[in-house]
T-cell receptor, first 115, second 111 residues
Framework: DTEVTQTPKHLVMGMTNKKSLKCEQH?????MYWYKQKAKKPPELMFV???????INESVPSRFSPECPNSSLLNLHLHALQPEDSALYLC??????????????FGPGTRLTVL | DAKTTQPTSMDCAEGRAANLPCNHS???????VYWYRQIHSQGPQYIIH???NNETNEMASLIITEDRKSSTLILPHATLRDTAVYYC????????????FGTGTRLTVIP
């Protein structure tokens, strides 16, 4: 089973709202990732959690706040977003952080629209 | 960091083999080549990866040149469901696990 689940599938929020995206995997993977994908562009890395600790933050604005409550869950808390933050947000997980041939498996994504 | 170059788009007739090239001339000796694909508005799907030797699985074959400066993903019998953007990725930042997605190749399988 290589399933990563993400909720919600779609989210519409105003610029003053606070919302959260959720990601879950039950493959025993020790690394989890958030990517952002704008329309007609490739995914871009935002954050990496390795063994439940934040290991990479790709200079993401503080209005995006990641959280890894345990090894199976990854959240992305959203606050005071801008319309340009509208995108597909993808979660991924992998078995062996730092391993040369480690494979990432992606969830279906959350389509976020900021009004 | 090794980067990749892929054609922007390709067409393939249904039932024929689709051969998708990728150049990665600055690849380091310990960097793997990964292939993912993304069907419209879905999450990227892992296809295959390799280091030096050619690899095959139930989805595709990966042919890596001896100098490792290029590779080809082969879908042996393309179907309409293989229409997608295909990304060739070389792992960057040894010790980290992030993937750098280039612009990819948009493969269209034609009936």
């Amino acid at each position: 089973d290589t399933e990563v689940t993400q909720t919600p599938k779609h989210l519409v929020m105003g610029m003053t709202n606070k919302k959260s995206l959720k990601c879950e995997q039950h493959m025993g993977h020790r690394a989890m990732y958030w990517y952002k994908q704008k329309a007609k562009k490739p995914p871009e890395l935002m954050f990496v959690y390795s063994y439940e600790k934040l290991s990479i933050n790709e200079s993401v604005p503080s209005r995006f706040s990641p959280e890894c409550p345990n090894s199976s869950l990854l959240n992305l808390h959203l606050h005071a977003l801008q319309p340009e933050d509208s995108a597909l947000y993808l979660c991924a997980s992998s078995q062996d952080p730092g391993g040369g041939s480690d494979t990432q498996y992606f969830g279906p994504g959350t389509r976020l629209t900021v009004l | 960091d090794a980067k990749t170059t892929q054609p922007t788009s390709m067409d393939c007739a249904e039932g024929r083999a689709a051969n998708l090239p990728c150049n990665h001339s600055t690849i380091s000796g310990n960097e793997y080549v990964y292939w993912y694909r993304q069907i419209h508005s879905q999450g990227p799907q892992y296809i295959i990866h390799g280091l030096k030797n050619n690899e095959t699985n139930e989805m595709a074959s990966l042919i890596i040149t001896e100098d490792r400066k290029s590779s080809t993903l082969i879908l042996p019998h393309a179907t309409l469901r293989d229409t997608a953007v295909y990304y060739c990725i070389v792992r960057v930042r040894a010790g980290a696990n992030n993937l750098f997605f280039g612009t990819g190749t948009r493969l269209t399988v034609i009936p």
